[in-house]
Each structure stands twice: as structure tokens, then as C-alpha cells.
């Protein structure tokens, strides 16, 4: 569905795209924070993870019917905690304390997705095909 068309439509921004746009503006921000300033989880791995994370969370959030954008962003949040999770288990450079509100907030959205995964209300999905009569 094009971008246009979505924002168009009658039933406006749904909160998981609201939700999407903050999670995206977030990374956003900080990866801006690593480019710009020290902080105790920047690498320039990590503000790739992010910057590529925000993009899909923005693309997703406007296009939430989008089955492989939906998966490659929930995809990206998986990939995040994953990374993060050896960083600080495996490799000891990052504290856990640091690491709860990434937790959170791709905790969160993933749960968010997985439960609004087919709940579009029937709405792009294809009619059924009618079939011949013999």
C-alpha cells in the first residue's frame, strides 16, 4: 500500500505505527548521540544497527501491511538484543543496567508485532477466488 493511500485512509495512524515512529526517532537519536559524543554504547557497529533498525521502524510504521518489512523489522529488534545481549554477557563492555531500556523498548515492539501480526480486520487480504462448477 503506498504511503499516500495509508494516510489517506479513514482509520488514520494505528499505535503500533505511532509507536513505530517514536521507536525509530529513538534510534534515531541515538545514533546522532554516537556520531556526535562518547557514550558508553556507541561503536560504529552499533550506530549502524540503529540507524538501519530506525529506517525499517520508520518504513514499517507506514506500511504495517507490509509482510517482509513487518518481518525485517521485527527482525531488527531481535538482532539488536542479540547483539547487545553478547556485548554484555559475552564480552563484558556493556553493563546490564545500561542495556534495560533497549530491553524495554525492543521488548515491547516485539511483543506489539507478534500480537498485531494478522489483526488487520480482513482489510488486504485477497478475495477468495471463485471457483468453477463442474
Given at each position: 500500500?503506498?504511503?499516500?493511500?495509508?494516510?489517506?485512509?479513514?482509520?488514520?495512524?494505528?499505535?503500533l505505527?505511532?509507536?513505530?515512529?517514536?521507536?525509530?526517532?529513538?534510534?534515531?537519536?541515538?545514533?546522532?548521540?554516537?556520531?556526535?559524543?562518547?557514550?558508553?554504547?556507541?561503536?560504529?557497529?552499533?550506530?549502524?544497527?540503529?540507524?538501519?533498525?530506525?529506517?525499517?521502524?520508520?518504513?514499517?510504521?507506514?506500511?504495517?501491511r507490509?509482510?517482509?518489512?513487518?518481518?525485517?523489522?521485527?527482525?531488527?529488534?531481535?538482532?539488536?538484543?542479540?547483539?547487545?545481549?553478547?556485548?554484555?554477557?559475552?564480552?563484558?563492555?556493556?553493563?546490564?543496567?545500561?542495556?534495560?531500556?533497549?530491553?524495554?523498548?525492543?521488548?515491547?515492539?516485539?511483543?506489539?508485532?507478534?500480537?498485531?501480526?494478522?489483526?488487520?480486520?480482513?482489510?488486504?487480504?485477497r478475495?477468495?477466488?471463485?471457483?468453477?462448477?463442474?
Amino acid at each position: 500500500m503506498a504511503v499516500g493511500a495509508w494516510a489517506n485512509s479513514k482509520r488514520g495512524v494505528p499505535a503500533l505505527g505511532w509507536w513505530l515512529i517514536a521507536v525509530g526517532t529513538f534510534r534515531s537519536a541515538f545514533t546522532s548521540s554516537c556520531l556526535f559524543g562518547a557514550a558508553s554504547l556507541c561503536s560504529l557497529t552499533m550506530s549502524g544497527i540503529h540507524m538501519t533498525g530506525s529506517t525499517l521502524c520508520f518504513l514499517c510504521a507506514f506500511n504495517l501491511r507490509s509482510k517482509p518489512l513487518y518481518v525485517a523489522t521485527f527482525l531488527s529488534f531481535l538482532y539488536a538484543i542479540a547483539y547487545l545481549a553478547m556485548e554484555c554477557l559475552l564480552y563484558r563492555t556493556i553493563r546490564f543496567v545500561s542495556l534495560v531500556p533497549f530491553i524495554f523498548v525492543a521488548g515491547t515492539s516485539m511483543v506489539w508485532m507478534l500480537l498485531q501480526w494478522n489483526s488487520d480486520g480482513g482489510h488486504g487480504r485477497r478475495p477468495r477466488e471463485a471457483t468453477k462448477q463442474p
